[in-house]
T-cell receptor, first 117, second 109 residues
Framework: GAVVSQHPSRVICKSGTSVKIECRSL??????MFWYRQFPKQSLMLMAT?????????EQGVEKDKFLINHASLTLSTLTVTSAHPEDSSFYIC?????????????FGPGTRLTVT | GQNIDQPTEMTATEGAIVQINCTYQ??????LFWYQQHAGEAPTFLSY??LDGLEEKGRFSSFLSRSKGYSYLLLKELQMKDSASYLC??????????WGAGTKLIIKP
């Protein structure tokens, strides 16, 4: 069935380095994918909407030069956290929509826990 | 503005039934989703309602009243593994999911 995968599930990096997170739709094509960030005990915060073949749409307050999004194909979107700082440590989750039973259902990847030291 | 209102926390007993209510205000409406999120994990899809009424799926049922801006998630025969946060997420006219803080459900033996 339709699944959204993410890689890596956990990553620890040093401050100042860049980290790339991949989000893939399995068994379906996703023209639109979404990237969220979630801090402990807080609600999901939408960072950006990733559109295949075009530039991502960023939410207010999210730095597009820091969080680079590339939606290279209908099944792959990547989020690169550039020059990471400890305050970027968070749980990053991608999601994609698939038509299931005629309804557009949003499915989530398992998330990537980023720790910046 | 857009707003979601759910109880912050609820406690129930294993084997019992619990109803988690959600009221919402959105700019337009394209259905309402319920997700389950265990601590440290990503949300998993539970249900989707776009028309008024009750949708039953195993132990979980979801109800929607569009005129009242109201939904509930009903969990029956509660199991310890049901301890999680439950997120009510309506979809607005731009097909964006609107997220609240969710309801933390604690199941006691």
């Amino acid at each position: 069935g339709a699944v959204v995968s993410q890689h890596p599930s956990r990553v620890i990096c040093k401050s100042g380095t860049s980290v790339k997170i991949e989000c893939r739709s399995l068994d379906f094509q996703a023209t639109t994918m979404f990237w969220y960030r979630q801090f402990p005990k807080q609600s999901l915060m939408l960072m950006a909407t990733s559109n295949e073949g075009s530039k991502a749409t960023y939410e207010q307050g999210v730095e597009k030069d820091k969080f680079l999004i590339n939606h290279a194909s209908l099944t792959l979107s990547t989020l690169t956290v550039t020059s990471a700082h400890p305050e970027d440590s968070s749980f990053y989750i991608c999601s994609a929509r698939d038509a299931i039973g005629g309804d557009l259902i949003t499915l989530f990847g398992p998330g990537t826990r980023l720790t910046v030291t | 503005g857009q707003n979601i209102d759910q109880p912050t926390e609820m406690t129930a007993t294993e084997g019992a039934i619990v109803q988690i209510n959600c009221t919402y205000q959105t700019s337009g409406f394209n259905g309402l989703f319920w997700y389950q999120q265990h601590a440290g994990e990503a949300p998993t899809f539970l249900s989707y309602n776009v028309l008024d009424g009750l949708e039953e799926k195993g132990r979980f049922s979801s109800f929607l009243s569009r005129s009242k801006g109201y939904s509930y998630l009903l969990l029956k025969e509660l199991q310890m593994k049901d301890s999680a946060s439950y997120l009510c997420a309506p979809m607005d006219s731009n097909y964006q999911l609107i997220w609240g803080a969710g309801t933390k459900l604690i199941i006691k033996p």
